[in-house]
Nanobody, 121 residues
């Protein structure tokens, strides 16, 4: 069982940026970020392959987000800029042993507890 712990959330003004981190207790093949706003379903944000050579982004963050990982530290990062109030959500880190990058939550085996991101207008 791999434990995932997110950090880096907080209150940010619209137009600002943030960097989220996800520390894993062990190695996972594919890692991803999802988010869930109040009253909404959990949705895919971005994912990265084992070696970092392949990434996938949701359309609503393309051009605004960067995902990366440091396998020596078992840590994944999400950097987002030009933040909007609609980016407000709890952001979750997820991991799976699947090689092909999934974009659905059900295909991820490990989850963190989430970190709150609030973007004020």
């Amino acid at each position: 069982q791999v434990q995932l712990v997110e950090s880096g959330g907080g209150l940010v003004q619209a137009g600002g940026s943030l960097r989220l981190s996800c520390a894993a207790s062990g190695r996972t093949v594919t890692m991803a970020w999802f988010r869930q706003a109040p009253g909404k379903e959990r949705e895919f944000v971005a994912a990265i392959s084992s070696g970092g050579g392949a990434t996938n982004f949701a359309d609503y963050v393309k051009g605004r987000a960067t995902i990366s990982r440091d396998n020596a530290k078992n840590t994944m990062y999400l950097e987002m800029n030009s933040l909007k109030p609609e980016d407000t959500a709890v952001y979750y880190c997820a991991g799976t042993g699947r090689i092909v990058i999934p974009t659905t939550a059900a295909r991820y085996d490990y989850w963190g507890q989430g970190t709150q991101v609030t973007v004020s207008s």
